[in-house]
C-alpha cells in the first residue's frame, strides 16, 4: 500500500525535520564575567536604538520561562535596532550548567554572567531594583535606563515595552 503524491512531500519534511532537529546545537559562547559598570558601559555601546537588558537564572524557573518570548522579540525587533543583553546570575562554578542552557534556547551571541558582591550589583544597575529575578532593563539609544520590570513578562508585554523604547524621540 503506498502514499498518495500529496503525502509524500509531508513526509520528506518531517523526516528532514526530525534529522535537522537531531543534529547537535552549536555551542553559545561561555558567558563573559562582568559587573554592573561593565554591564552598563555595555548598553552605551554605538548601534542600538534600544538596549533590553535581562537578569536571569536557570534555577529561577520564570526566568527559564521567560526566556524563549525575551529570544523572539529580540530577533524580530534586531532589524529595528533593538539589542539583547543576558545576564545570567547563576551561582560561580555554574558555567557549564548555564552555557548548556543557553545553547538549548539557540543563544548564538555573547551574554555576561554577574560577578561581585549581589549588592553591589543590584545597586550597580538600579537602586530601585530589589534584587528579584528575572529582572529586565530597557535602555534608550542614549543609554538612559526608560523602562524597569521585576517578574515574567509575556511575548506580547515584552514586545509593546520595546516598540516604545524604539519610538524616535521628539527634540525640542
Given at each position: 500500500?503506498?502514499?498518495?503524491?500529496?503525502?509524500m512531500?509531508?513526509?520528506?519534511?518531517?523526516?528532514?525535520?526530525?534529522?535537522?532537529?537531531?543534529?547537535?546545537?552549536?555551542?553559545?559562547?561561555?558567558?563573559?564575567?562582568a559587573?554592573a559598570?561593565?554591564?552598563?558601559?555595555?548598553?552605551?555601546?554605538?548601534?542600538a536604538?534600544?538596549?533590553?537588558?535581562?537578569?536571569?537564572?536557570t534555577?529561577?524557573?520564570p526566568?527559564r520561562?521567560?526566556?524563549?518570548?525575551?529570544?523572539?522579540?529580540?530577533?524580530?525587533?534586531?532589524?529595528q535596532?533593538?539589542?539583547?543583553?543576558?545576564?545570567?546570575?547563576?551561582?560561580?562554578?555554574?558555567?557549564?550548567?548555564?552555557?548548556k542552557?543557553?545553547t538549548?534556547?539557540?543563544?548564538?551571541?555573547?551574554?555576561f554572567?554577574r560577578?561581585g558582591?549581589?549588592e553591589?550589583?543590584?545597586?550597580?544597575?538600579?537602586p530601585?531594583?530589589s534584587g528579584?529575578?528575572?529582572?529586565?532593563f530597557?535602555?534608550d539609544?542614549?543609554?538612559?535606563?526608560?523602562r524597569?520590570?521585576?517578574?515574567?513578562?509575556?511575548?506580547?508585554?515584552?514586545?509593546k515595552?520595546?516598540?516604545?523604547a524604539?519610538?524616535?524621540?521628539?527634540?525640542?
Amino acid at each position: 500500500m503506498g502514499h498518495s503524491p500529496r503525502i509524500m512531500p509531508i513526509l520528506a519534511a518531517l523526516v528532514l525535520a526530525t534529522a535537522v532537529g537531531a543534529l547537535p546545537a552549536t555551542p553559545a559562547p561561555l558567558p563573559s564575567p562582568a559587573a554592573a559598570d561593565a554591564i552598563l558601559a555595555e548598553v552605551k555601546k554605538p548601534g542600538a536604538s534600544a538596549v533590553l537588558v535581562n537578569v536571569w537564572a536557570t534555577w529561577c524557573t520564570p526566568c527559564r520561562e521567560e526566556f524563549p518570548d525575551l529570544l523572539h522579540v529580540a530577533r524580530e525587533l534586531a532589524p529595528q535596532g533593538l539589542r539583547l543583553v543576558l545576564v545570567s546570575v547563576d551561582f560561580p562554578g555554574d558555567e557549564e550548567v548555564t552555557t548548556k542552557f543557553l545553547t538549548s534556547q539557540g543563544v548564538d551571541f555573547p551574554t555576561f554572567r554577574r560577578t561581585g558582591k549581589d549588592e553591589t550589583f543590584v545597586d550597580g544597575l538600579e537602586p530601585q531594583w530589589s534584587g528579584a529575578i528575572p529582572a529586565t532593563f530597557l535602555y534608550d539609544a542614549s543609554g538612559k535606563l526608560v523602562r524597569f520590570w521585576e517578574g515574567k513578562a509575556s511575548y506580547p508585554v515584552i514586545k509593546k515595552r520595546a516598540l516604545k523604547a524604539l519610538e524616535p524621540k521628539e527634540t525640542p
